[in-house]
């Protein structure tokens, strides 16, 4: 009798692997989501059609389709890979470090980070095609302020309001939602084949870094597991393995508005808050973004990108753009409101 509750007692403890694979909540609402559609977007979709694309381009469709063109590319098992997409307050992805090749590993790609790059996408395209509007410039940076500052800086999920007001922004144009939907999933493509490219890179190293040489390593160990990313993702535009593996040829760029993305968030949190990042594991964003432009100009990667290039370009244009009204806003005391001070010095241990 009580070596079965032993083994009873035993069972029930979680495992590292469980710990990864379930933490987290999840705030999806799907019919609230297609609700919303339908109302911004009349006469576009159906309820069928948007039942039908959200199970075809989901995540975990997506992250299937990676994994199985990481197999071909470099011929990399990856059945022992399973994803976590829940909401963990954080705009991050990573992969479970057990460098045991036969324990199964966990891809997290947050909730947030998913949601707040869609929205990202959706604002910055279309305060770029509608720049000269002072109505929409004006609630497209609002926007994109709130996207840093409340989502980025403060790990919140977006309020059924803002969601609403960004629709608004949106007024039925197909054209923007096509765009964002396009770019991001090329972004969702590239992100998990990064971290997956992570653990295809440890299982080729030969030898363990030694202290001194760890940061090194980890620098360059970045820069590898981008261009395997980047890899994966031209080669899915070019080789078009399935209709659902489709990436659409003009988003080749959008990993660099991956990058510009992350550093419009710590723009934002050192221009409101004067945080400082410091990361010894990473390279700075400028410089993986030249490595990547780096590889897209390889003589293998062989397709027509001017429409990405023009696309990239108007990005640039908005990208710039609120760079500098944040700083002209900030001098100027005009967000003093939505500064959160105490609590982003809490976050960052400066008081208790």
């Not at 590292?16 to 559609?37: F, H, P, Q």
């Amino acid at each position: 009798m009580s070596e079965n509750k032993d083994k009873k007692v035993k069972f029930l403890v979680p495992t590292a692997y469980d710990i990864l694979k379930n933490v987290g909540i999840s705030l999806k609402n799907t019919e609230r989501s297609t609700k919303m559609i339908l109302k911004y977007f009349p006469g576009e979709f159906t309820e069928d059609l948007l039942a039908e694309n959200t199970e075809r381009y989901s995540i975990e469709k997506i992250f299937e389709i990676v994994k199985t063109c990481f197999f071909e590319e470099y011929g990399y098992k990856t059945q022992k890979f399973d994803l976590n997409n829940l909401y963990q307050r954080s705009i991050n992805s990573y992969i479970s470090n057990d460098k045991d090749e036969e324990i199964r590993k966990v891809v997290h790609i947050d909730e947030l980070l998913e949601s707040t790059l869609f929205s990202f996408f959706l604002a910055m395209f279309k305060w770029s095609k509608d720049f000269n509007n002072p109505e929409m410039y004006g609630d497209c940076f609002i926007h994109i302020l709130y996207l840093m500052n409340d989502c980025c800086i403060f790990g919140e999920m977006q309020a059924t309001d803002a969601n609403d007001s960004l629709l608004k922004i949106l007024s039925g144009d197909i054209q923007i939602l096509n765009l964002a939907e396009d770019c991001y999933r090329t972004v969702l493509v590239f992100t998990i084949a990064h971290e997956i490219g992570h653990k295809y890179l440890h299982s080729i190293s030969k030898t363990a870094p030694k202290d001194k040489e760890q940061h090194k390593v980890l620098v360059d160990e970045e820069y590898k597991a981008d261009e395997i990313a980047y890899n994966v993702v031209l080669n899915m535009i070019m080789k078009k393995y399935s209709v659902d593996a489709d990436l659409e040829t003009y988003t080749y760029l959008a990993p660099m508005m991956y990058m510009d993305f992350f550093d419009l968030f710590y723009y934002t949190d050192r221009v409101l808050y004067k945080t400082v990042l410091e990361r010894t594991d990473h390279p700075i964003i400028k410089k993986r973004k030249g490595h990547l432009f780096a590889i897209a100009d390889r003589d293998k990667y062989d397709f027509d990108t001017e429409e990405g290039n023009d696309l990239y370009s108007c990005f640039l244009d908005v990208y710039d753009e609120y760079r500098t009204q944040l700083l002209i806003k900030n001098e100027k005391g005009k967000l003093d409101k939505i500064k959160r001070i105490n609590k982003r010095n809490i976050m960052k241990g400066l008081i208790k």
